[in-house]
């Protein structure tokens, strides 16, 4: 989710405005280097997910108890407290920005902007989409990318012992900036559309929300209006439903 500052890369993981302050000291807590990047285990992208997801609950204004978005989203999601293996939480955060994203560790955030422009289907798609990066591995090389990236930055060299230094706070704080603002690539993003219909379907759910919502961001002049295919793929969501009523 990367909804969607990736796009529907949705946002994907999406981590949100003020992301670039993430607190990961968990991972360096962990002993988690910039030369482990390329072997970063699920265990690894999981505990760096529980670290970013609590700062953004803390940075953020979370809407609880009985207020009508929160009520909403309990509403939307309600069955849906595991996916494919995967448990699930979710939370409102109050703020006009279109977004979503979801993270290794089951972590799903919807935006109050992105619920009152969506019908209760369409955010179901966005979530099933999100997930869909997560379960599909996209989310881990997404973070591997970003490790990586902050390494190369910071010109960090190989200790002695042939091991990459610890990354600082600081470069923490650049590692989570890269890992919001990269991109999922147009495979992916394609993987993603596909495990979010299929999600649709097997909920019961309207698929051709899916594709209402991609129109829906597409014409918005917001995050979606930037990126290239935005009409291409919900053509193809709408080529899905057409095969499956075959």
């Not at 670290?51 to 009985?66: E, F, H, L, R």
């Not at 979710?90 to 290794?104: G, L, Q, S």
Request: proline content about 1%; aromatic content about 6%.
């Amino acid at each position: 989710m990367t909804i969607m500052r990736s796009t529907l890369c949705l946002a994907a993981c999406l981590l949100a405005a003020n992301a670039s302050a993430i607190d990961l000291k968990g991972l360096t807590s962990t002993g988690l280097k910039a030369g482990k990047a390329l072997t970063l285990s699920d265990a690894e992208v999981s505990a760096a997910a529980d670290q970013a997801c609590a700062y953004m609950d803390k940075d953020n204004q979370v809407v609880t108890g009985n207020d009508p978005y929160a009520q909403r989203l309990a509403k939307i999601t309600q069955g849906l407290s595991n996916e494919d293996g995967l448990n699930l939480n979710f939370k409102v955060y109050r703020t006009a920005d279109v977004n979503a994203w979801a993270m290794a560790n089951g972590c799903v955030r919807v935006y109050t902007g992105l619920m009152d422009m969506a019908s209760d289907d369409e955010v179901r798609g966005v979530i099933g989409h999100e997930i869909g990066h997560v379960k599909l591995g996209h989310s881990k090389t997404k973070m591997r990318t970003a490790l990586l990236a902050s390494a190369g930055r910071e010109g960090l060299a190989a200790s002695g012992n042939g091991n990459l230094t610890q990354l600082s706070q600081g470069q923490l704080g650049e590692l989570a900036e890269g890992f919001i603002n990269a991109q999922f690539s147009q495979k992916e993003e394609s993987a993603a559309d596909e495990y979010g219909y299929q999600f649709m379907k097997r909920h019961s759910y309207d698929p051709a929300a899916l594709a209402s919502m991609f129109r829906k961001l597409s014409s918005d002049g917001g995050l979606m209006s930037s990126h290239p295919g935005s009409e291409a793929r919900a053509a193809r969501i709408d080529a899905m439903i057409k095969k499956d009523k075959k």
